[in-house]
């Protein structure tokens, strides 16, 4: 298992001023190497990633002397990303590799294992020295490799550690997870997760601020410093709401063994103009990410029911579908008779969380079927004492 341990770099205004050349010459290796290979394409060739580096380490001191002046790893690993870029391409995973622009994208470079050392707080880069980092690294393992990226004013340092498996530690308690805006995420259990909606209460100083960016004059000092403003409270909301997400994720793997949440179809619900920010804001796939990968680290089963699962239409009890409901219908109110939670009041992302976790358990095989609406009382009792 690989696992990666971001940290900040206090680099002096000298070594900032290298890390932005290196993260430069890997941007223009990048692009020229996506040039090439497209010219080659179109004359009927089949160019590699070798073959590419090749022909630019033959022109490269005639044409490129100034690629030399930083680290060797920011004009060589751009040829290997972009090989793994095409490769994830043909395999149906991503859109197809795009030049990179110096304004908007994201500037980064990478180290292999052999070209850094670490220290007591501190990274030692070629050609640059060593740079401060704010705390140590805090896994145990062999370093695979880092990667240096800029985000607003800060540069970081995200170092890839293998470490061994975890041994797996059984955790029989089961949980169906609701997730929306109204509240993040609602459990089988009861519990309610708010929503913060970091994004909406920084709305206002945000919009200042990009309205003092458009009113500085293009190229002056002024302006890059609006710019940095900006890109500061970005930073700053996105912090807050991965600090929430990582913090809930890691209580709930450490927590249940199985845990059951709704397959929604995020791309379709973000082209909704009225939802879209608010979607954004709550970062629902992030969130269904991280829970993944935490609890199959852990020894769990992470289960996704279908989008097309009416989770909130159905009692948990007795499988009474509740065919008219509006989304302004907040609690749910079972009308079967021979339900045991007939005319019980209960609130409907409550319901819904139960009915994911039974789903969830069914498709498991942990449970034969989902409680018909011709359930008995024992059956019911059943469902609730699964959570």
Known sequence: MIRAHKIRLHPTPEQATYLARAAGVARFVWNWALAERNRHYEAGEKPTALKLKKQFNQIRREHFPWTSDVTKNASDQPFLDLGKAFAAFFAGKTRRPRFKSKKKTRPSFYLANDQFELADHRVWIPKLGWVNMVENVRFVGKITGARLTKTADWWF?????????????????????????????????????????????????????????????????????????????HYRISSLRDDVLHKLTTRLANCYGIIGIEDLNLKGLLKNRTLARSLSDAALGKLSSLLNTKVEQRGGQFIKVGRFFASSKTCHGCGWKWEDMQLSDRVFLCQNAHCAYYQFTQERDHNAALNLLGEALRLIGLVDQVVSGTGSDEDANLAVDLT
């Open 157 to 233: 340092i995200s170092i890839q550690v293998e470490m061994p498996d975890p041994i797996p530690v059984k955790r029989p308690a089961a949980l169906g997870l609701d997730v929306g805006l109204n509240r993040l995420a609602t459990l089988s259990t009861g519990e309610e997760v708010e929503n913060q909606a970091f994004l909406k209460t920084a709305l206002s100083k945000l919009r200042q601020a990009n309205k003092r960016l458009h009113r500085r004059k293009p190229g002056s000092k002024n302006r890059e410093k609006a710019r940095r403003q900006v890109a500061r409270l």
